[in-house]
């Protein structure tokens, strides 16, 4: 039997799985609200950390040891996230929460199949309409993002194992002090720190193309939201506007719903209360 209540399915954005929204769904389950969080193919369970990953690390092995995300595309986390998505809408409403290159998959999954989809929420995330997702990397508005922190947590030439792996468990001061500037400046070290320890080392190299773009027929036709995060260096507030604007730009008649929350990029998944109210708020809405 369907229910009136809405289940949040939550999607994770790049090198994370199910294991971060794990505070979050606390939070959404003490005030009522039911939530699954997905992990993508090759993510979760199904990742792939080499023995090389393990410590002492041996780098020369890390970086051309095979993984599971190899040759996995968009298109493979579009079909299993509208396969969640329609055992989901067998009980009611459903309320997709992307959070930043999970945006990516949201907006391919409602491109191909809006009717399985009640409302989205954007936090931080790329919703790609003028431009592939990829090529937002080189606008003006990611200019105050310094991209070198991530070559220096590199671990393998994607072109050599056909993913893109970095080393999060790199005993680096620099690399370390970069990647929780570029990440959650906000928090404390151990916070980062156990933060960190939840990525996995590999991502897939796919994030789409012209025809992931949002479409108005489809993506444009369901309500959504967009949740900022304000102190967030990786996905500046420059670059989360400017996708607004162009959503928005595109259906004018069906604008994001936009809401702001005082954080970085990642503290938002450790104090996940202000953002269960705000998720609660607009599924009520």
């Given at each position: 039997?369907?229910?009136p209540?809405?289940?949040?399915?939550l999607?994770?954005?790049?090198?994370?799985?199910?294991?971060?929204?794990?505070?979050?769904?606390a939070?959404l389950?003490?005030?009522?609200h039911?939530s699954l969080?997905?992990?993508?193919p090759?993510?979760?369970?199904?990742a792939?950390?080499?023995?090389?990953?393990?410590?002492?690390q041996?780098p020369a092995a890390l970086?051309?040891?095979p993984?599971?995300?190899?040759?996995?595309?968009?298109a493979?986390?579009?079909?299993h996230?509208?396969?969640?998505?329609e055992?989901?809408?067998?009980?009611?409403?459903?309320?997709?929460?992307?959070?930043?290159?999970?945006?990516v998959?949201?907006?391919?999954?409602?491109?191909a199949?809006p009717?399985?989809?009640d409302?989205?929420?954007?936090?931080s995330?790329?919703a790609?309409v003028?431009?592939d997702?990829?090529?937002?990397?080189a606008?003006?508005?990611?200019a105050?993002f310094?991209?070198?922190?991530?070559?220096g947590a590199a671990?393998?030439?994607?072109?050599?194992?056909?993913l893109?792996?970095?080393n999060f468990?790199?005993?680096?001061?620099e690399?370390?002090?970069?990647l929780?500037?570029?990440?959650?400046?906000?928090?404390t070290d151990?916070?980062f720190r156990?933060?960190?320890n939840t990525?996995q080392?590999d991502e897939?190299?796919d994030a789409?193309?012209p025809?992931?773009r949002a479409?108005?027929?489809t993506?444009?036709?369901?309500?959504r939201?967009y949740i900022?995060?304000?102190e967030?260096v990786?996905?500046p507030?420059a670059?989360?506007d400017?996708?607004?604007?162009?959503g928005?730009?595109l259906t004018p008649?069906?604008p994001?719903v936009?809401h702001?929350?005082t954080?970085?990029?990642?503290?938002w998944?450790?104090?996940?209360?202000?953002?269960?109210?705000?998720l609660?708020?607009l599924?009520?809405?």
């Amino acid at each position: 039997m369907s229910s009136p209540t809405p289940t949040f399915v939550l999607v994770h954005g790049a090198f994370a799985n199910s294991f971060s929204f794990a505070p979050l769904q606390a939070e959404l389950a003490l005030r009522g609200h039911r939530s699954l969080a997905v992990d993508l193919p090759g993510h979760g369970f199904g990742a792939t950390f080499p023995e090389a990953y393990q410590a002492p690390q041996d780098p020369a092995a890390l970086a051309t040891a095979p993984g599971a995300l190899k040759g996995v595309t968009l298109a493979d986390n579009v079909a299993h996230l509208v396969s969640v998505l329609e055992r989901a809408k067998e009980h009611g409403p459903v309320v997709v929460v992307a959070h930043s290159r999970g945006g990516v998959t949201l907006t391919a999954a409602a491109n191909a199949r809006p009717d399985l989809i009640d409302q989205m929420v954007y936090v931080s995330a790329w919703a790609p309409v003028e431009l592939d997702a990829a090529a937002y990397n080189a606008e003006p508005e990611m200019a105050s993002f310094d991209a070198s922190v991530l070559i220096g947590a590199a671990a393998a030439n994607p072109a050599d194992v056909g993913l893109l792996r970095c080393n999060f468990r790199t005993a680096s001061p620099e690399t370390l002090a970069g990647l929780k500037h570029a990440f959650m400046a906000d928090g404390t070290d151990d916070e980062f720190r156990a933060f960190l320890n939840t990525f996995q080392p590999d991502e897939n190299l796919d994030a789409g193309g012209p025809e992931d773009r949002a479409q108005a027929e489809t993506w444009g036709t369901i309500p959504r939201a967009y949740i900022r995060l304000s102190e967030d260096v990786s996905m500046p507030p420059a670059m989360q506007d400017r996708l607004i604007r162009e959503g928005d730009a595109l259906t004018p008649d069906n604008p994001y719903v936009v809401h702001t929350l005082t954080s970085s990029h990642l503290r938002w998944l450790v104090h996940p209360a202000p953002a269960a109210d705000l998720l609660a708020e607009l599924a009520a809405a």
